[in-house]
């Protein structure tokens, strides 16, 4: 009854690991037709956002500046706002024990505003520039 038992339980286990490899192999599949697909998407959109500035500015090296500027612009917002969290944190939470830290957290404060600012304020100089600098 026990080599039975044992034998039944090793069927089953096969059986198991056989569905469940089925399934997860298939869902692989799934995954990367669906990420493939995203990606094909995203390329696309910025392709096409590339072509539009590339027509906007009348240039390809404008049109690439501009495209990458906006960019910058785009991801400068919360790595910067990250940056200055980490910069309080140093000031207002660990430098009330480190006096050296607080000074750390002060400096990251400003120089995350600081670029920040800069990123903000480029692509509208590049802007203005190329708009009214070229002639």
Do not use: W
């Not at 009854?1 to 089953?12: E, R, S």
């Not at 059986?15 to 869902?27: K, Q, S």
Request: net charge neutral.
């Amino acid at each position: 009854m026990k080599k039975i038992l044992a034998i039944i339980t090793i069927f089953v286990v096969i059986i198991g690991i056989f569905l469940v490899a089925t399934n997860v192999y298939a869902a692989e599949q799934a995954i990367d037709e669906e990420t493939e697909s995203k990606i094909i998407e995203i390329k696309d959109t910025a392709t096409k956002s590339l072509e539009d500035y590339k027509e906007k500015y009348g240039s390809d090296v404008y049109g690439l500046v501009a495209y990458i500027l906006n960019l910058v612009r785009i991801y400068s917002i919360p790595l910067c706002f990250l940056g200055i969290a980490i910069g309080a944190i140093h000031q207002y939470v660990i430098g009330i024990r480190k006096l050296d830290t607080l000074e750390k957290g002060m400096a990251l404060i400003v120089t995350f505003v600081t670029i920040l600012i800069i990123c903000q304020i480029l692509p509208l100089a590049f802007a203005v520039f190329v708009k009214f600098g070229r002639g």
